[in-house]
């Protein structure tokens, strides 16, 4: 059985309870986030840190130089 119980916040698309599994993750009561948008935003995350990282390796080489 499933069950309509919102909209995600980012892409506006329909979220479902599954016996008794939300298809989402809850970001704060009332607010839900679908799985195919949080797995892109986790990408965009792990992209960001890597270019972090990257800098900062880049900079410590220029300083121990």
């Known amino acids: 059985m499933q069950e ?3 909209d995600c916040i980012k892409c506006g698309r329909n979220i479902y309870c ?3 599994f939300i298809g989402a993750v ?3 009561p ?5 799985f195919e948008c ?9 992209k960001d840190i890597k270019s972090d990282n990257q800098k900062l390796f ?3 080489q220029k300083k121990d130089t």
């Open 4 to 6: 309509y119980v919102g």
């Open 18 to 20: 599954h016996d008794g």
């Open 26 to 28: 809850v970001t704060e």
């Open 30 to 34: 009332g607010k839900m986030v679908c």
């Open 38 to 46: 949080m797995e892109r935003q986790n990408e965009e995350n792990k």
């Open 58 to 60: 880049i900079g410590k």
